[in-house]
């Protein structure tokens, strides 16, 4: 009978196996096409322009003074970055996780905007809160566009949301009677917090300075905007190189450092990940809130609703009022007319092209994160699935501008000569909603009992059946949130679309970009009408993601 069950048990594990296997055909398929593909081919290019002297020209530009500056400010910006996000955020962290208090459902709303906002749309933000002619400039006569604090302060509040929900939706579910308990036996309520919780929150913390850091390591709308020719990060000098100097061989070197860099920094966050699933004993999270009780809870949560107001509604707000400035809706009735505009179309005509192109790459991203977070689904994985795992997380890190550089330079002979049609967009989009498909799905994915997908298949379920049966009304409000999240990257997606969007069909975060860059009252104000109506789209998808969301699905 113990040999009936084993060979039966050996059977379901070879057959998991295959099906596993070929779960992972499409994704592998579509990552080796659109994304090995093209980033190794312009790297290619880039190195053999240089004569074939591969490792020579990576010492040579590695030594050259300014590329030496811009290798230090990308790396001193993103630690700065990550230790103000963190001092920021942290304590946000502990009030949503264990303080309940009126709005907190809608609070946390707000506080997400921001990361799910275009880069773009955030650097713009804050131009008009700092910079020439912002609020401030207005009223004190204090411009910091193009100094690094403008930089570190757009950082922090478009990644304050990472530390909020990661830190916070963990720290909600630790058992509040451990810290208790060591306050029993005598110790501080500093004592207890930090021989008791932090040690049990440092993985969580851990991930999002990770994930922080990786975000502005690789930060590129923010810094072309608000930092002008002063400050240059990797990827906004691959952009130079490659689009303003034409010289691939420098952009290609940079590429490949940045790339080693961010898959560093994904191995790292890959075992902290790790660490966090397995360490530790979580509580429900709707037991641990409780009203504000004495001066210092009250006085906190203060701080943190006047930090949310002061940082993140504040430069969203004066966004939206540099858009009305002129009378009678004149920049957004400017938008309608393409007289001396740099488009072949009026501005307006960006925002249907952004949705087209958003859905489009929504549809693509739940179809290869959903097939890649099913084959990534039992948690005995071996290396192969692990390393596929850490695959998937890659278009996050690397360069965007290699990305969609490299699609002109690749995909322009058959079987995929794809320069001349409008398909190029939201495959590059997808490339950058895939990984946020594959975090959400995944834990809930985890969480389904196997022993339910086992028995179907006994009673003679096909996979698909299994999958429509038994996995997805487990998993169609997760699907949602991971297709919201992935609609909201797709739209405001720009290192990429911006070398790949036709004049005649540009995005949203490209004709922002554009207008911005030419000068004029009107082109200014354009761009923060674009931005505003960027913004509305945004909000209202993550409102109806914040109805959608459930314990499972609500952590990015």
């Known amino acids: 009978m113990d040999l009936a069950r084993t060979e039966v048990s050996g059977r379901a594990a070879r057959a998991g196996n295959a099906v596993r296997l070929g779960l992972m055909a499409v ?62 955020a942290l304590p946000a962290a502990y009030v949503f996780a264990r303080l309940e208090f009126p709005g907190k459902q809608v609070l946390r709303a707000v506080v997400t905007v921001p990361f799910v906002l275009p880069t773009v749309v955030v650097g713009t933000a804050f131009l008009a809160l700092v910079g020439r002619g912002g609020l401030l400039d207005d009223l004190w006569g204090v411009r910091l566009d193009t100094t690094v604090w403008a930089i570190l302060l757009a950082h922090v509040f478009f990644n304050y949301a990472v530390v909020v929900r990661t830190v916070g939706g963990l720290w909600s579910q630790l058992d509040p009677r451990q810290e208790e308990a060591a306050r029993m036996l005598g110790a501080s309520r500093l004592t207890a917090w930090r021989t008791v919780t932090l040690p049990a929150l440092g993985p969580a913390v851990a991930a999002a300075a990770l994930m922080v850091f990786l975000f502005t390591f690789t930060s590129f709308g923010v810094v072309q905007i608000l930092g002008g020719p002063t400050f240059s990060t990797l990827e906004v000098e691959i952009y130079r190189q490659t689009s303003e100097i034409f010289d691939l061989s420098t952009a290609a070197v940079l590429t490949i450092v940045q790339f080693l860099a961010v898959g560093a920094i994904l191995a790292v966050h890959a075992r902290t990940v790790r660490r966090r699933e397995t360490a530790l004993r979580l509580v429900d999270a709707s037991v641990t809130a409780r ?38 809706f004149a920049y957004y009735r400017a938008l309608t007319s393409d007289d001396g505009n740099i488009f072949l179309v009026p501005p307006i005509d960006a925002i249907g092209n952004s949705l087209q192109y958003a859905v489009t790459a929504t549809a693509i991203a739940v179809a290869v994160g959903g097939l890649a977070a099913a084959a990534l689904t039992r948690r005995d994985a071996g290396r192969l699935v692990r390393g596929f795992d850490a695959l998937l997380m890659l278009p996050l890190g690397v360069s965007a501008v290699t990305v969609g550089f490299g699609f002109l330079i690749a995909l322009d002979e058959p079987p995929l000569d794809l320069r001349g049609t409008w398909i190029l967009v939201p495959l590059a989009q997808a490339l950058v909603g895939v990984p946020f498909v594959v975090r959400i799905m995944l834990p809930v994915l985890r969480a389904v009992d196997q022993r339910l997908r086992e028995a179907a298949a006994v009673l003679g379920a096909s996979p698909w059946r299994v999958w429509r049966e038994v996995d997805l009304p487990m998993v169609w409000r997760a699907l949602l949130v991971a297709a919201g999240f992935a609609f909201a990257v797709s739209l405001g997606e720009f290192g990429a679309t911006v070398f790949i969007a036709r004049p005649d069909n540009p995005t949203l975060p490209v004709a922002v970009a554009r207008l911005l860059g030419r000068a004029g009252e009107i082109n200014y104000g354009q761009a923060m009408a674009l931005s505003t109506i960027l913004m509305v789209v945004c909000v209202v998808a993550l409102l109806v993601l914040e109805r959608l969301r459930t314990d499972r699905t609500g952590e990015l």
């Open 27 to 88: 994704p592998v398929a579509f990552f080796a096409c659109f994304f090995a593909y093209p980033v190794a081919a312009i790297v290619a290019r880039g190195l053999e322009a240089d004569g074939g002297r591969r490792f020579g020209r990576l010492w040579d530009v590695l030594a050259q003074p300014d590329i030496r500056h811009v290798l230090w400010f990308t790396t001193w910006q993103a630690l700065a970055s990550t230790a103000l996000t963190l001092l920021v």
């Open 291 to 328: 009203r504000p009780r004495g001066a210092g809870q009250w006085a906190l949560l203060a701080g943190v609703l006047g930090t949310i107001a002061v940082l993140l509604v504040l430069p969203l707000a004066v966004l939206a009022q540099r858009s009305l400035d002129a009378p009678d």
